[in-house]
C-alpha cells in the first residue's frame, strides 16, 4: 500500500496545493465519504478505464477515468475500489480559471470529463502508466502542471484578483459570521461586487467559502482527537453557538457532528467510512 503527497515546486505554489499518489489501497469497506474542501481536483485512474460514480439516489454508474473534480460544498460518496492506481493533484482556491481559461463556478459541484477541458488528459494518462513508481509518476504530473499554468504567470489577466486574494486571506484567518461584509467594505467593493468576481474565480460565492471553512475548522479539530467542549469549539471555529455548528455540519456532511467525533480513527480528516 502507497500513499505520497508532496508540495510542486516554487513555480507552481499559486496554482496548485498539492500532488498525490495512491496504489494499492486495500480498505476494508467499499464506500468512503469525502468531505467538502472547497477545493477543486483532478483524479485520473491508471488502473482501469473508469472511476465509478456512487450517487445515493442512483444506481452505481462510470464516469471517465480522467476527471476534472470541480470544488464542492457538499459530501460526495466514492467507491475505495477506484483507489487500487490513482493520481489527483489539489489545486489551491481561485487558481481553476487558470487551468480552464474559464470562469471556475462552470464545474462548481460537479465532474467534468478532463478531455472535456483539456485535449492532451489522454495522452498524459497513458505516459503516467507507462512510468514505474510514483515519484517518477508525480514528476510527470507536475511537469505536465508547469506547461498548463506556470508558463502562463505572465500573461495577462491570468492571475487572482487582488480583492479576491485578500478575501481568501481574510476567511483564512478568521472565517466568522459577518467576515464576507466587513471584507467587502474593506476592498472598496459591494457585497454584490465581491461575490460576482469570487465566485467566478473561486467557483464559490465568499459566503460559501466562508462556511466551508468554518467547516474544516471543526473537521481538523476533531480528527485530533482530543476531548470535545462542544460550546467551546463552536464559538473557537466561529459559529453563533452549538447548534448553529451541529446544523453547519450535517449540511456539508451528512451526518452529526458527533458522529464523525464517534467514528474509527482514519487516515485521512476528510475521509471517513459510508457504510
Not at 462548481?108 to 507507462?130: I, K, P, Y
Not at 460576482?196 to 466551508?212: A, D, H, M, T, Y
Not at 479539530?221 to 476531548?227: C, D, I, S, Y
Request: charged share 25%; with cysteine; net charge positive.
Amino acid at each position: 500500500m502507497t500513499f505520497l503527497e508532496r508540495k510542486p515546486g516554487v513555480e507552481l505554489r499559486p496554482w496548485v496545493r498539492s500532488l498525490w499518489y495512491a496504489q494499492g489501497m486495500d480498505l476494508v469497506y467499499r464506500r468512503e465519504r469525502i468531505l467538502p474542501t472547497g477545493r477543486a481536483q483532478i483524479i485520473l485512474n491508471l488502473a482501469r478505464d473508469f472511476i465509478l460514480d456512487c450517487p445515493p439516489d442512483r444506481p452505481t454508474g462510470r464516469m471517465a477515468p480522467a476527471l476534472l473534480v470541480g470544488q464542492r460544498s457538499v459530501h460526495e460518496i466514492v467507491d475505495t475500489s477506484d483507489m487500487q492506481d490513482l493520481i489527483g493533484i489539489v489545486f489551491e482556491p481561485g487558481a481553476l480559471p487558470a487551468f480552464l481559461v474559464d470562469s471556475a463556478d462552470r464545474v462548481t459541484n460537479s465532474f467534468v470529463a478532463l478531455d472535456e477541458v483539456c485535449r492532451a488528459s489522454g495522452a498524459l494518462r497513458d505516459r503516467l502508466r507507462e512510468l514505474p513508481g510514483a515519484e517518477a509518476r508525480l514528476a510527470c504530473l507536475e511537469g505536465y502542471l508547469w506547461d498548463k499554468l506556470a508558463r502562463r504567470s505572465g500573461a495577462a489577466g491570468v492571475g487572482i484578483h487582488p480583492a479576491v486574494q485578500y478575501a481568501l486571506e481574510r476567511i483564512e484567518r478568521a472565517p466568522h459570521v459577518g467576515t464576507v461584509a466587513e471584507v467587502a467594505r474593506s476592498t472598496g467593493w459591494s457585497e454584490r461586487r465581491l461575490s460576482q468576481v469570487f465566485r467566478e474565480q473561486v467557483g464559490l460565492s465568499p459566503k460559501v467559502w466562508c462556511r466551508v471553512q468554518r467547516f474544516q475548522r471543526v473537521v481538523r479539530q476533531l480528527h485530533h482527537g482530543e476531548a470535545v467542549r462542544w460550546p467551546e469549539l463552536a464559538l473557537e471555529c466561529g459559529f453563533y453557538d452549538q447548534s448553529h455548528l451541529a446544523n453547519e455540519f450535517r449540511a456539508f456532511s451528512g451526518i452529526p457532528p458527533t458522529a464523525y467525533a464517534g467514528a474509527s480513527s482514519q487516515r485521512w480528516a476528510n475521509h471517513l467510512r459510508a457504510e
